[in-house]
């Protein structure tokens, strides 16, 4: 079938690979390696997806990459403030570093316009407990 798509001037890429949708599934195998490869290949058809970067930035974070993965949620933050995944993630990789003041910011601007749906609410809760607890006040009230 190549050759035939060759022939015809059709884009290879054209074969329905969807490398963010392959990510995803790497990254819910366990294989975060695989995955990146995968999300910087769905980067290289979209380039400055911040949705691609956010997977991106995940992707470091479970493989060790803290670095890499604050440098990645900063992007993604420099072009859309609003980015709710980067300002979750970016706090708890900043706690990690003890950078309490910097995470607070963070968690309450994901706390400002938190992500919808059954998936975000146990997100939503953490930050909300994680908020609680670095403002010195009872999690157990929320």
């Keep these: 079938m190549a050759?035939?798509?060759?022939?015809?001037?059709?884009?290879?890429?054209?074969?329905?690979?969807?490398?963010?949708?392959?990510?995803?599934?790497?990254?819910?195998?366990?294989k975060f390696h695989e995955a990146l490869t995968s999300f910087r290949l769905a980067l290289k058809e979209s380039?400055?997806?911040?949705?691609?970067?956010?997977?991106?930035?995940i992707a470091y974070t479970r493989i060790g990459m803290a670095d890499e993965a604050t440098k990645t949620?900063?992007?993604?933050?420099?072009?859309?403030?609003?980015?709710?995944?980067?300002?979750?993630?970016?706090?708890?990789?900043?706690?990690?570093?003890?950078?309490?003041?910097?995470?607070?910011?963070?968690?309450?601007a994901f706390l400002s316009d938190p992500p919808r749906g059954p998936d975000a609410r146990e997100h939503i809760a953490h930050a909300r407990r994680t908020l609680a607890e670095l403002r010195g006040e009872d999690p157990q009230h929320l």
């Design 3 to 30: 050759i035939w798509k060759k022939l015809f001037g059709e884009d290879e890429t054209s074969d329905g690979v969807d490398y963010y949708t392959e990510g995803l599934a790497l990254m819910r195998e366990g």
């Design 73 to 108: 949620y900063r992007h993604v933050l420099q072009k859309d403030p609003g980015a709710a995944g980067a300002h979750y993630g970016l706090a708890y990789l900043l706690l990690r570093k003890g950078g309490e003041r910097e995470a607070i910011q963070h968690l309450e």
């Design 47 to 57: 380039p400055g997806d911040t949705v691609v970067l956010q997977q991106i930035a």
